[in-house]
């Protein structure tokens, strides 16, 4: 079990309704409560003890909150709207010193995704669901043992299709490290790459399991399609689950076929 999170927060917001009340997306609320307080709260209960935020777009959002939560500490990225999500990682590199859960910030989920990674006796998982027909997805093709091979938005990219890219992960202390030895700062700024193709791209030379939860519930928000997602299929859908017990993980991969 792992005692530090990360929260990758550092994207460009979205607008909502007229476009007048503009914030990060983990600051999107949903059946009135953010994501990122939902992230936050989820994360305390199961035994985390300390939270770095990666912030950069409207990054005052983010420092508010560690008046509320003592857990909570920000690291801006000062670059954020020319860099990606990798970089806002990198940025951490220096205060990052023990294994963490990585998580993006605009996502709602069901609690189960937490406790299934604390529970996981693995050191470096990446979290995978079932199809979502989302509209946004990142694919997943592993090998036979259910290890990273490749990830991408095109599914012409990979040979098969074992999951979708969650946005929630394990990763250890020491695969961090390797992983940013791999890149120099001039790297990241110029490649402008996101965490999961590092990551996919290192994992021949430093594996990471993944683990795929067929029904998970959850979506990211990136745009107004996503917040009608949330709001009308997703957000029932957990206030259902809250109410039945949890389904455990599978690793049959019979339902998941490539189109």
Same mark, same amino acid.
């Given at each position: 079990?792992? =005692?530090?999170?990360v929260?990758?927060?550092?994207?460009?917001?979205?607008?909502?309704?007229?476009?007048?009340?503009? !914030?990060?997306?983990?600051?999107?609320?949903?059946?009135?409560?953010?994501?990122?307080?939902r992230?936050?709260?989820?994360?305390?209960?199961?035994?985390?003890?300390?939270?770095?935020?990666?912030?950069? @777009?409207?990054?005052?959002? &983010?420092?508010?909150? !560690?008046?509320?939560?003592?857990?909570?500490?920000?690291?801006?990225?000062?670059? @954020?709207?020319?860099?990606?999500?990798? &970089?806002?990682?990198?940025?951490?590199?220096?205060?990052?010193?023990?294994?963490?859960?990585?998580?993006?910030?605009d996502?709602? @989920?069901?609690?189960?995704?937490?406790?299934?990674?604390?529970?996981? *006796? =693995? !050191?470096?998982?990446?979290?995978?669901?079932?199809?979502?027909?989302?509209?946004?997805?990142?694919?997943?093709?592993?090998?036979?043992?259910?290890?990273?091979?490749?990830m991408? !938005? *095109?599914?012409?990219?990979?040979? =098969?299709?074992?999951?979708?890219?969650?946005?929630?992960?394990?990763?250890?202390?020491?695969?961090?490290?390797?992983?940013?030895?791999?890149?120099?700062?001039?790297d990241?700024?110029?490649? *402008?790459?996101? &965490?999961?193709?590092?990551?996919?791209?290192s994992?021949?030379? &430093?594996?990471?399991?993944?683990?795929?939860?067929?029904?998970?519930?959850?979506?990211?928000?990136?745009?107004?399609?996503?917040?009608?997602?949330?709001?009308?299929?997703?957000?029932?859908?957990?206030?259902?689950?809250?109410?039945?017990?949890?389904?455990?993980?599978?690793?049959?991969?019979e339902?998941?076929?490539?189109d």
């Amino acid at each position: 079990m792992v =005692k530090l999170a990360v929260i990758l927060a550092a994207g460009s917001g979205v607008r909502i309704n007229d476009g007048s009340d503009e !914030k990060p997306k983990g600051f999107l609320e949903i059946d009135n409560e953010t994501l990122i307080e939902r992230s936050i709260d989820f994360l305390l209960k199961h035994k985390i003890e300390k939270i770095i935020i990666g912030t950069g @777009y409207l990054s005052h959002f &983010y420092e508010r909150l !560690k008046e509320k939560y003592p857990n909570v500490m920000t690291q801006k990225n000062d670059f @954020y709207d020319k860099t990606s999500s990798f &970089y806002t990682l990198h940025n951490m590199k220096d205060i990052i010193n023990e294994d963490f859960l990585l998580l993006e910030s605009d996502l709602i @989920y069901e609690e189960r995704a937490i406790t299934h990674l604390q529970r996981s *006796k =693995k !050191k470096d998982i990446i979290l995978a669901s079932g199809r979502t027909n989302s509209q946004d997805e990142v694919f997943i093709e592993t090998d036979t043992n259910m290890m990273l091979v490749n990830m991408s !938005k *095109k599914k012409d990219d990979l040979k =098969k299709i074992d999951g979708e890219l969650v946005g929630i992960s394990k990763i250890s202390f020491q695969t961090f490290q390797n992983v940013c030895a791999l890149y120099t700062e001039d790297d990241i700024i110029t490649r *402008k790459t996101d &965490y999961e193709i590092v990551f996919a791209k290192s994992s021949q030379i &430093y594996p990471i399991t993944i683990e795929r939860i067929d029904d998970l519930v959850w979506t990211e928000i990136d745009n107004q399609h996503h917040l009608h997602r949330a709001i009308n299929l997703i957000l029932p859908k957990l206030k259902n689950k809250e109410c039945v017990p949890s389904t455990p993980c599978s690793s049959d991969l019979e339902h998941f076929l490539r189109d």
